[in-house]
């Protein structure tokens, strides 16, 4: 099936510096994404996606970027928070959601 | 905001009885889905649901589990006979019109096998 994986399990930042959670798939057909935020004991929550018609998305706090030469998603948090720790998963969701095992952020005070 | 919503939030289970998860998707969303976490590791696709029936399932979702839509609202998840490698947490989830669409997970519901 599809591999939708992620390159580092743990990112440590402090509180304001800005955090990037990278993301490699292997499917060229992939042409939508999304991104979730998991905090402990919760579901998964949804932040962000982006279609393959696009290089680029930005909400609040948070941008996509999504290189499709390389396969390569990465997602930035802005200003990052404490409220931001949580581990967070790129997914690939045609048909089924296949998760990444996500990267887990923590954020320092 | 609408909420997919699961019960209980805990279910411990004596090994070999059967168990019923439940869910309550968002009320205009099609698409239903099950996955389940065992602690410490990635989420899993367990089955997608439309229109009334399985419209995929992976290797994990085998003959002791089945999922119903008994009423216009509870998505269930049974597992027919549990075993201790059960233990996990389960997690519901919905989309709306288009498949291709973010899911919306609910808590999810903690399954204990003893």
């Known amino acids: 099936g599809e591999n939708v994986g992620l390159h ?68 930035q948090i802005a200003a990052t928070q404490p409220g931001d720790s949580a581990v967070y998963f790129c997914a690939d969701p045609r048909r089924a959601l296949t998760f990444g095992s996500g990267t887990r952020l923590q954020v320092q005070p | 905001e609408p909420e997919v919503t699961q019960t209980p939030s805990h279910q411990v289970t004596q090994m070999g009885q059967e168990v019923i998860l439940r869910c309550v998707p968002i009320s205009n969303h099609l698409y239903f889905y099950w996955y389940r976490q065992i602690l410490g590791q990635k989420v899993e696709f367990l089955v997608s649901f439309y229109n009334n029936e399985i419209s995929e399932k992976s290797e994990i979702f085998d003959d002791q589990f089945s999922v119903e839509r008994p009423d216009g609202s509870n998505f269930t998840l049974k597992i027919r006979s549990t075993k201790l490698e059960d233990s996990a947490m389960y997690f519901c989830a919905s989309t709306g019109q288009d498949s291709n669409q973010p899911q919306h997970f609910g808590d999810g519901t903690r399954l204990s096998i003893l």
């Open chain 1, 8 to 75: 580092l399990p743990t990112l440590s930042v402090q509180e304001g510096d800005n955090s990037i959670i990278n993301c490699a798939y292997s499917n060229s057909a992939s042409d939508y994404f999304i991104w979730y935020k998991q905090e402990s004991g919760k579901g998964p929550q949804f932040i962000i996606d982006i279609r393959s018609n696009m290089d680029k998305r930005q909400g609040q706090r948070v941008t996509v970027l999504l290189n499709k030469t390389v396969k390569h998603l990465s997602l």
